[in-house]
């Protein structure tokens, strides 16, 4: 049969578990703490060692588990690691010691590259479950950096107050709350007369310094304005009540926690100036030796004496000051010491007597008798010089190097295995001594391999001139820097042996070689490194140069929040932001206009769908720094930095493009409304010449027919000339609007009367109303003599009918009413009808070409849009400018203004009281190649009963000219054949300078033309030439004859 024993195990396998967990758990701790652990025995074996001991000393954990203590620990660190454990097992043998007590020392360990680094340790037993002790575990982290910062903290402290006390101007510290002393220097005691124990706790108002109390409180209330005062003169009392004069700056400094004043006071007493003006070289010559810890001496060669020794050589040789002066210079060294003085003197008194300009100095190091019978080690500087006898001495400083000597001979023993480790270290190692020339004296196989040279080649070389592009005072720096703070860090190239360049790390430190001053370098071939920095680099520049070259902003923005992570220089101009700082961790929202769908909720959306894949591209309404909104076109792509998701978002301004389109839209518009318009104008215009062209030519054919009575034939007449009119009417607008458009309107310069004008239209439009239900009126603002001006009558004339024929034409019933008023400058036509008023949405585009307004109700349009335009263009011409009022159902009122110019010279005057001649019996010389046109010009001066002579051409015009001497004047149309009508009249002019010439054309003419025809000769009539237009023009080219002839008698 079978037999078996079962145990319950689970609790057993529960606790391996835990503690397998537990296990994990520690070195998943271990392995991912910033500090590094390690475990030791009792017998401190180590036993584990974190990764990262890699990042505190260099070494591998397998590397370091192969370490003692002392391959830890540097000999000043190592003993108090020791007594510190040494300590704790006794107290736990006796039982005393506390199971959790941890232990937290500063120590001092070696790094792999030979360097020392300061930790902060924290120790503490591992224990048993019985809480015996097992093993030491401890945890370090790297403190190098705060021990520099203590260090440099301790020295700025010595400074401070070494400086403070030592200073020779008064310092005091107070509390700014209560006034009271905290500490004042030797030489406010000097200059007050204080002892300090009667200072420290008092104010200055009990101790009754300040003369002027109120002083101090002004002084007080401007430190805690400016936090400083500079400079104030203020007076003081001594102790003895003597008043002294002295500068005083303050300013504010804490100590702890508390606010305190710190107060510097320079005495400017007449004879304290004097005094320090006269001691200030001796009082710190006597600081720098009393207070130095070096021995200062002067030894006179000429008399073979010392005579000085600073204090301190007591310290040294244990003989005061007094009595190491008695002594020789054979009393103050040993036997081999003096020897070595007695060889060398001659040759630096030699080299000092031929070189006394140069201060050099010498080092030594010597063995002096000490006061108690014991030998000393003593390194000495020393410089030759003359005193003020001329006598030659010699200026030195003792330095006591006993300890450091009898620490050389444990630095021997080390040397060894020092050259072991100097040799096999695989970072280059170049020693060389500060001096002249920086000879190497020493260097190990790795800096060789690195420089290229072997090391016979480079002992007693400068190593100096195998670095690229080291200037003078480069070198003067790095020494500088490297005497004063011991050390020297720099990436830099050398040029080997082969002339290659080489990239290297140079970290160097001042060191004593054999007692001389040495510079210690370690060489790091960092070649690789750099050229995997360039090619970096120069990614990043090119990267950088297209980034920013690019004229569209770029966004690299979060994926998530759409925060913009980093943006080109582009961005920053097309949004108006004066640093890409500003504009990093925006978002986009924050740049758009937030009206919809413009807005950040919209924005993420399309990020989002840029991420899923699907590229975006948008037109977007952003918004600038200072608000202004503009467009943009954003495509948005996702993308990977740096393991980041990430989207790119190219944005290009478009509110160029898109204004240029919404100006396209509104041109095509525009020409839409204007190609209507001109449809609508060609066949208003197809209707309105049609209409009166049939009434003439219908009507021309019936007056032929005899069977009409007179009244009749008289009636078809009147047709006829009304129809011929309203025909010349639209000829002549479509002319002035080619010379408005052409510039070749030209307006005259004449007198003219206004009230004229007004009473002659108020006849005209009154015939041509013939209708009861308007009232015509009108107004003159002037008397008549009053409303004599220059300006162009016939452009006046058409405004005004023009205005009094649209009042006319919307006004059913009623009343129109025009006329003028004078306002300062400027004369004011207007014509105020009314009618049905025109709708407040017209009033801007009345003025606009082929633009008319609605008619009222069963009213027919008339006209094509023109009249207004040509108003507002002639309105200019003359100089003034053209508006209108209006209410829909209350009438219009429509108001223009011409210059004032008053019509005041002589001339002017004559031609208007020289009498107009009888035109019978005149002999005036037609110029025409149409007959018909020949024919209606001869019976209109007919009915004048004026003399006729014909010419078909310009060549029998010239030669009729020439052979009749009696013309009075000549009408000279301008095409005609052979010569036209310039041409000859040019030529007539030559034998006839003074016969009127008036030009006949059915043409527009030119600005220049038309100027031409106005000055030189007397002026043009347009095609249909009206009767009386025709006479009056005549009339005045006889009447301006006469009075240039009268002129020219009575210059005579």
């Not at 007597?353 to 000393?376: M, T």
Request: aromatic fraction near 8%.
């Amino acid at each position: 049969g079978t037999f078996g024993v079962f145990r319950d195990i689970t609790e057993q396998r529960e606790l391996e578990t835990a503690l397998a967990r537990s296990e994990r758990m520690f070195r998943l701790i271990a392995e991912h703490s910033g500090d590094n652990i390690t475990v030791t025995d009792l017998n401190f074996k180590i036993t584990y060692v974190s990764p990262n001991i890699i990042k505190l000393r260099g070494y591998t954990a397998e590397e370091a588990l192969l370490h003692k203590m002392e391959d830890i620990f540097t000999p000043e660190s190592l003993p108090l690691v020791y007594t510190t454990f040494q300590e704790q097992i006794l107290l736990e043998k006796s039982g005393k010691a506390d199971p959790y007590r941890t232990v937290t020392l500063e120590l001092e360990e070696k790094h792999k590259n030979g360097t020392t680094i300061w930790v902060e340790s924290t120790f503490s037993f591992m224990r048993d479950d019985d809480m015996k002790p097992i093993g030491i575990i401890a945890i370090s982290r790297d403190i190098t950096e705060k021990k520099n910062i203590q260090e440099a903290l301790q020295q700025s402290e010595e400074k401070f107050q070494k400086t403070f006390h030592n200073s020779p101007v008064v310092v005091t510290i107070t509390y700014i709350e209560t006034g009271r002393y905290i500490d004042v220097n030797r030489t406010f005691t000097h200059e007050m007369g204080y002892l300090k124990e009667e200072v420290i706790g008092k104010t200055s108002e009990e101790l009754n310094i300040f003369e002027n109390h109120d002083e101090r409180k002004q002084l007080l209330n401007e430190l805690k304005q400016n936090g400083f005062v500079r400079d104030r003169l203020l007076n003081f009392r001594t102790k003895s009540g003597s008043i002294i004069n002295g500068l005083v700056s303050v300013s504010l400094i804490k100590i702890g926690s508390k606010n305190c004043i710190l107060s510097t006071v320079i005495n400017v007493t007449e004879q304290h100036v004097a005094e320090l003006a006269l001691k200030a070289s001796e009082e710190k010559y006597r600081l720098l030796t009393e207070f130095s810890s070096d021995v200062i001496w002067i030894l006179n060669l000429s008399r073979n004496c010392f005579t000085y020794i600073s204090p301190s050589i007591y310290q040294l040789r244990g003989f005061t000051a007094e009595e190491a002066l008695k002594q020789k210079i054979e009393d103050a060294l040993c036997e081999e010491s003096l020897k070595e003085y007695n060889k060398i003197l001659p040759g630096y008194l030699e080299y000092f007597l031929s070189h006394p300009e140069e201060e050099k100095s010498y080092f030594h190091e010597v063995r002096q008798p000490c006061k108690d019978g014991s030998v000393i080690w003593v390194e000495v500087a020393t410089k030759f010089r003359f005193n003020k006898s001329g006598e030659i001495e010699v200026v030195g400083v003792s330095r006591n190097i006993n300890q450091r000597k009898q620490s050389e001979l444990l630095l021997n023993e080390s040397e060894k295995k020092y050259r072991e480790l100097f040799e096999l270290n695989k970072v280059g190692i170049v020693i060389c001594l500060l001096k002249e020339g920086y000879p190497v004296i020493d260097i190990n196989d790795a800096a060789c391999k690195i420089l290229g040279y072997t090391k016979n080649e480079m002992l007693n070389k400068n190593p100096i001139p195998l670095e690229k592009n080291l200037f003078p005072n480069a070198i003067a720096e790095r020494l500088e820097l490297i005497k004063h703070t011991g050390i020297f860090s720099a990436e830099t190239i050398i040029i080997n042996k082969n002339g290659d360049e080489v990239n290297v790390k140079v970290d160097s430190q001042l060191i004593s070689y054999n007692g001389e001053p040495a510079v210690q370098s370690m060489l790091y071939d960092i070649s690789e490194i750099i050229t995997a920095k360039a090619k970096a680099q120069q990614k990043e520049i090119e990267y950088q140069e297209i980034f920013n070259s690019t004229h569209d902003a770029i966004f690299i923005q979060d994926a998530v929040s759409g925060v913009i992570i980093d943006t080109n220089k582009a961005a920053v101009e097309i949004y108006g932001y004066s640093h890409k700082e500003e504009i990093i961790s925006l978002t986009t929202g924050q740049l758009s206009s937030g009206v919809h769908p413009y807005t950040e909720e919209v924005a993420l959306g399309l990020i989002q769908r840029a991420m899923n894949g699907v590229s975006q591209k948008v037109e977007w309404h952003a918004r600038k720094k200072d608000g202004t909104l503009f467009w943009v076109e954003v495509a948005l792509t996702a993308t990977s930095i740096g393991g980041q998701n990430r989207v790119l978002a190219v944005i290009r301004d478009i509110s160029d493009r898109k204004e240029t389109e919404s100006h396209i839209i509104s041109a095509k518009n525009e020409a839409m409304e204007k190609n209507r318009l001109k449809s609508t104008f060609l066949a208003n215009i197809s209707h309105d010449m049609r209409t009166p062209l049939n009434a003439v030519l219908g009507f021309s054919k019936l007056v032929a027919e005899e069977q009409l009575s007179k009244e009749q034939k008289e009636q078809y007449a009147s047709i006829i000339e009304n129809s011929g009119k309203q025909l010349l009417t639209i000829i002549n607008d479509l002319i002035d609007i080619t010379k408005i458009e052409s510039n070749q309107l030209i307006i005259k310069k004449e007198r003219i009367c206004l009230n004229e004008i007004i009473i002659e239209l108020y006849i005209q439009t009154k015939e041509m109303i013939n209708n009861n239900q308007i009232e015509l009126s009108y107004s003159n603002g002037l008397e008549d003599d009053a409303s004599m001006i220059i300006s162009d009558k016939t452009r006046i004339r058409q405004v005004l009918n023009n205005l009094i024929t649209n009042a006319i034409k919307f006004t059913e019933k009623g009343s129109v009413l025009f006329g003028y008023t004078k306002k300062g400058s400027f004369i004011e036509f207007f014509v105020k009808d009314s009618g049905k008023g025109i709708p407040a949405d017209q009033l801007q585009t009345i003025f606009e070409r082929y633009k008319q307004l609605d008619m009222p109700e069963g009213v027919k349009s008339k006209g094509f849009g023109l009249g207004l335009n040509i108003s507002r263009s002639l309105t200019e011409l003359l100089g003034g400018e053209i508006r209108v009022e209006s209410e829909p159902g209350r009438g219009s009122c429509f108001y223009f203004t011409v210059p004032y110019i008053t019509a005041e010279n002589d001339e002017n005057k004559i031609q208007d009281n020289c009498p107009v001649n009888n035109l019978k019996g005149l002999k005036v010389l037609i110029a025409e190649d149409d007959w018909v046109n020949y024919v209606y010009l001869k019976e209109v001066l007919l009915r004048e009963e004026i003399d006729i002579l014909y010419a078909s051409n310009g060549n029998d015009a010239i030669n009729a000219a020439r052979d009749n001497q009696n013309i009075d004047l000549i009408l000279m149309d301008i095409q005609m054949p052979i010569y036209d009508g310039f041409q000859a009249a040019s030529e007539i002019r030559k034998h006839k300078p003074e016969i009127p010439i008036i030009f006949q054309t059915a043409y527009t003419l030119s600005g220049e033309k038309l100027q031409l025809v106005n000055e030189i000769y007397n002026g043009v009539l347009f095609k249909p030439i009206n009767d009386s237009d025709l006479i009056r023009r005549i009339e005045e080219a006889i009447k301006n004859r006469e009075i240039n002839s009268r002129s020219r008698n009575d210059d005579t």
